[in-house]
């Protein structure tokens, strides 16, 4: 079953604005990433967020990470047009189970 | 350094007909997956491996099985394909407690 949900499902912005996508999980976690998967190819790692962090920054992304509300977010900003992907997130429940669970994902596209 | 590369990128299968999937990761992980990927589906895992000679059972195995006769190689076949099976899958590899390198998929269309 998927465990990952992320809201909203599609998001259209203008370049230059800031871009926020929402995951919610089900259990326990021992760390949350953020993938992006430009169109035709494969995901690509953005960040990694362990479940004893609240915040975590790399570049022009910010990730957040409640773990009591089994929720995460991931911020872009300024968005250029290069953004365009569809954005996933996955929990890796940890506990020596090698296994991420990945969301429905997020489709953003930016309007030059 | 090629990464994770699958073969073949492409394929039209008829109902019934077997095919195997390649994916060959040249940067010594232990572990490597497969997945696929339907329209508002997300990825779902079908089989796992956490090192050679070894495998497991994902979310959605049944009509799938694998081999991991080699560190760098995890193969994914079809026995007897199904129109159900019609997807684009993906392979993942990475070391442990690091995230996942994924190749550009395989586009799969059973008729």
Not at chain 1, 43 to 69: A, F, M, W
Not at chain 2, 5 to 29: I, W, Y
């Amino acid at each position: 079953s998927q465990q990952g949900e992320e809201d909203p499902q599609a998001l259209s912005i203008q370049e230059g604005e800031n871009a926020t996508m929402n995951c919610s999980y089900k259990t326990s976690i021992n760390n949350l990433q953020w993938y992006r998967q430009n169109s035709g190819r494969g995901l690509v790692h953005l960040i990694l967020i362990r479940s004893n962090e609240r915040e975590k920054h790399s570049g022009r992304l910010r990730v957040t990470l409640d773990t009591s509300k089994k929720s995460s977010s991931l911020l872009i900003t300024a968005s250029r047009a290069a953004d365009t992907a569809s954005y996933f997130c996955a929990t890796d429940a940890g506990g020596g189970n090698e296994k991420l669970t990945f969301g429905t994902g997020t489709r953003l596209t930016i309007i030059p | 350094n090629a990464g994770v590369t699958q073969t073949p990128k492409f394929r039209v299968l008829k109902t019934g007909q077997s095919m195997t999937l390649l994916c060959a990761q040249d940067m010594n992980h232990e572990y490597m997956y497969w997945y696929r990927q339907d329209p508002g589906m997300g990825l779902r895992l079908i089989h796992y491996s956490v090192g050679e000679g070894t495998t497991a059972k994902g979310e959605v195995p049944d009509g799938y099985n694998v081999s991991r006769l080699k560190k760098q190689n995890f193969l994914l076949g079809l026995e007897s394909a199904a129109p159900s099976q019609t997807s684009v899958y993906f392979c993942a590899s990475r070391p442990p407690q690091r995230p996942q390198h994924f190749g550009d998929g395989t586009r799969l269309s059973i008729l």
